[in-house]
């Protein structure tokens, strides 16, 4: 009660002195060991509603969160750095007591974070490290690097060169590839592409693989927030650059369901998937609805899936951990170095979904029914 007493006398100071030092404030924090649930509250930032899977993150920690007892302040920025800093700033002064942000620049939240520290508030990294600070506290996410060759093993397996078991496929090649890698301001990023060029290398060096394009760095590749119209752009511009001379693309390296679909239409546009023209060979991750539904049918070859149920279970088990003045159980204390230091985190598996895994991996787990598989779209 003396805590909650001195944040209310002291609203007032806060405020000015948020003003007066361009974001840098105080709010909850301190010990909450002895709070109920209904007297805390945890500020959930997420990027963006342009995409499914961070509207579903979202919703699912604030339920599972309120599920609890807990008041959550869920916020989303739009893709806009400067609106997701205002709204951490407001989280704080506003007397947050656990943040839990899945950044949208993993280097811009340095002043935030000073913040929440001085406040004695604790930073859960939500599936996106937050880079180049001492304060953050905890991570939860996914091996990215295993998702990164995963999505390879499913570029392989698409074109027939490996089987789903890791056995050797009977496909000979060479075969036209050409790589999209993420956002480089995402730190998952530099996993994906790295785990997966790791797998890929040994077919470019012999030969079975060849990108045609000769884009082959993370920074030739990547896609900007993971936009969709700009994977499209590159893609119509891979083919009028590097395939006007009657060549074909075997396989399309992707790391993100929303840049596949942007990359099929561009395919298709160019006679991809009709009038005898086979559909590369197009990889993804999330096991969004629509890439689901063009993996039904034929269009889209494999995803990676990432069960977003367990990714919010365990942020909410870290928030309460901090709450309960305890630190969160943590599955990895050496791979995700931020540039400062290295972020305990807790690393969730993945599971690679093709045509034949949708009803066992998807639907039999509650987190598609199979109407929604068929029209592409989440029940409302």
Do not use: H
């Not at 160019?270 to 609805?289: F, H, L, N, R, W």
């Amino acid at each position: 009660m003396g805590r909650r007493f001195l944040v209310a006398l002291g609203g007032a100071v806060l405020a000015l002195s948020l003003a007066a030092c361009s974001g840098e404030g105080a709010g909850g924090g301190g010990d909450t060991s002895g709070d109920k649930p209904g007297d805390l509250t945890i500020g959930v930032s997420m990027p963006t509603q342009t995409s499914e899977r961070w509207i579903a993150d979202g919703n699912a920690v604030k339920q599972k969160l309120e599920a609890k007892g807990y008041k959550v302040d869920l916020q989303y920025a739009g893709d806009d750095i400067p609106t997701q800093s205002q709204q951490v700033d407001q989280m704080i002064t506003q007397g947050a007591d656990v943040l839990v942000i899945a950044a949208i620049d993993g280097t811009a939240l340095s002043g935030q974070l000073q913040a929440a520290a001085d406040a004695k508030i604790p930073v859960i990294a939500y599936d996106r490290l937050i880079r180049g600070s001492k304060n953050v506290d905890f991570y939860v996410s996914f091996d990215n690097y295993k998702v990164g060759v995963a999505q390879a093993t499913g570029l392989l397996v698409g074109l027939g060169l490996q089987n789903k078991d890791g056995s050797k496929g009977t496909a000979k090649g060479p075969f036209n590839v050409e790589l999209f890698a993420g956002s480089l301001d995402d730190n998952n990023t530099q996993y994906f592409f790295g785990g997966a060029m790791d797998t890929l290398k040994p077919f470019f060096d012999n030969g079975t693989l060849r990108v045609k394009s000769r884009q082959t760095t993370a920074e030739q590749t990547a896609i900007l927030r993971w936009q969709q119209e700009t994977a499209q752009k590159r893609m119509e511009d891979l083919l009028t650059s590097s395939y006007n001379d009657g060549a074909r693309v075997d396989g399309v390296l992707s790391p993100y369901d929303g840049i596949s679909r942007g990359i099929i239409t561009a395919l298709q546009n160019a006679g991809y998937g009709s009038a005898g023209k086979k559909i590369p060979v197009v990889t993804g991750q999330d096991a969004e609805i629509a890439s689901i539904k063009l993996i039904n049918d034929g269009v889209q070859s494999s995803t990676v899936f990432k069960d977003t149920r367990l990714l919010a279970d365990q942020a909410v088990n870290a928030a309460e951990a901090f709450l309960q003045d305890k630190q969160p159980q943590a599955n990895d204390t050496q791979t995700y170095n931020n540039g400062v230091k290295v972020v305990p985190a807790y690393l969730l598996p993945i599971a690679t979904v093709y045509k034949d895994d949708i009803k066992a991996t998807l639907i039999d787990s509650g987190y598609w029914t199979a109407e929604e598989v068929a029209a592409g779209q989440a029940k409302k």
